[in-house]
């Protein structure tokens, strides 16, 4: 035990072996008092006996972010790289990069996210807990803390957002009639979203060889440009979508749908528009992907040319009018469910449906034959 003048602290010193060459393996602890520096090393010789490595004793909070930031997002979208660093920069480093990693607590976490809640929603919290317990499990994989207190914590509810809502079959039906008088593209756009219930980022990404016929001579579901509009039944390959590697969101979302004839009018009439010259059903003049920003302003054009506030619309909520209105016309929804790619109805049900209705009826039903009313009571 020794006094080190320079740094203003006592050093605690022991020898725990010798390597191969002969020389001695020393492990050091330092402390305010030689308490505080003698309970330290005595740690560190239990860590050392249990064969666990020893966490830096520095490592902070924004170290092991930074790290992750840098390091473990290979293969993501660029977008999504910036969203996670722009939270991580303004909500995670600001509140919590100065604090040591071996030293983070439950409640520091908890008092952090408790005091988000009035400026963040649920949402925004779940991704700041991501970016913290990712970069704290990282850190651990590389040793540099022992456990990861962020898995222990609960995200509490954040500051209201506005939910997804649904067309009503009225707005529905001015919607269309509005997108009949629209420019071709964003017609097709507005009748396949809301007509198909695929997503925005797989309709974007249809290709024309993805919309095919059945040309019964061939046998054969043909791409349109190869067989033309001269047929009855007509499909769309949902097989891709606008994520960086164009795998849609999950495998159950890859399907092949049957196109309605409103669909089919909306997209032969772009297909001439567009002199079949292109690869992308939605693309600009030059061939090149519409971006979502330019959709959602076309989007939001016809919405206000149908009568409704352009504003309080977005694309995806195309899809959740698909289920809703399906939905209230007596569609089951293990049909519905299959029809938009989820796995189970679950999310169907709780996420995507908006209306209230429908009304559950068999139970009446049964009941009104069980115990029938006399016609003169």
């Not at 004793?57 to 977008?79: C, F, H, I, M």
């Not at 949402?123 to 704290?136: A, F, Q």
């Not at 061939?218 to 795998?247: C, M, N, Q």
């Not at 009568?307 to 007596?330: I, M, Q, Y």
């Amino acid at each position: 035990m020794f006094w080190e003048e320079a740094r203003q602290r006592w050093v605690a010193a022991i020898t725990v072996g010798y390597t191969a060459a002969g020389k001695r393996i020393v492990k050091k602890a330092t402390g305010k008092t030689k308490t505080e520096a003698k309970n330290r090393l005595k740690e560190i010789i239990r860590e050392h006996e249990d064969g666990q490595p020893v966490p830096p004793p520095n490592y902070t909070v924004k170290d092991a972010v930074a790290y992750w930031l840098e390091n473990g997002l290979q293969g993501r979208d660029t977008s999504t790289i910036r969203m996670y660093q722009t939270y991580a920069r303004n909500h995670v480093i600001p509140h919590l990069g100065a604090r040591k990693l071996r030293e983070l607590s439950v409640e520091d976490v908890d008092r952090w996210l408790q005091s988000k809640t009035g400026e963040l929603s649920t949402r925004s919290l779940k991704l700041i807990h991501n970016v913290l317990n990712r970069s704290v499990k990282n850190a651990m994989r590389r040793d540099k803390v022992k456990r990861n207190v962020v898995e222990l914590c609960e995200i509490p509810e954040g500051r209201a957002g506005r939910p997804s809502k649904a067309l009503t079959l009225a707005q529905a039906d001015a919607l269309l009639r509005a997108a009949d008088a629209a420019p071709e593209r964003i017609r097709a756009y507005i009748v396949v979203s809301l007509l198909s219930g695929a997503r925005t980022e797989e309709v974007r990404a249809i290709a024309w060889s993805h919309v095919v016929t059945y040309d019964r001579q061939a046998k054969a579901w043909l791409p349109v440009g190869e067989a033309g509009w001269d047929h009855t039944d007509f499909a769309i390959y949902v097989w891709r979508s606008v994520r960086k590697k164009g795998d849609t969101k999950t495998p159950r979302s890859r399907r092949s749908l049957a196109l309605p004839r409103r669909c089919v009018e909306a997209l032969k009439t772009l297909h001439q528009a567009q002199g079949g010259t292109r690869e992308l059903i939605f693309s600009t003049s030059s061939g090149s992907p519409v971006t979502a920003h330019n959709m959602r302003r076309d989007f939001r054009k016809v919405l206000d040319d149908a009568g409704l506030n352009g504003k309080d619309w977005a694309p995806r909520e195309l899809r959740h009018s698909f289920v809703s209105l399906l939905s209230d016309h007596d569609i089951p929804i293990e049909d519905i469910s299959r029809l938009v790619g989820h796995s189970n109805t679950v999310v169907t049900e709780t996420v995507y449906r908006h209306q209230i209705s429908p009304v559950i009826q068999e139970g009446a039903r049964a009941m009104d034959g069980i115990f029938p009313m006399s016609e003169n009571p």
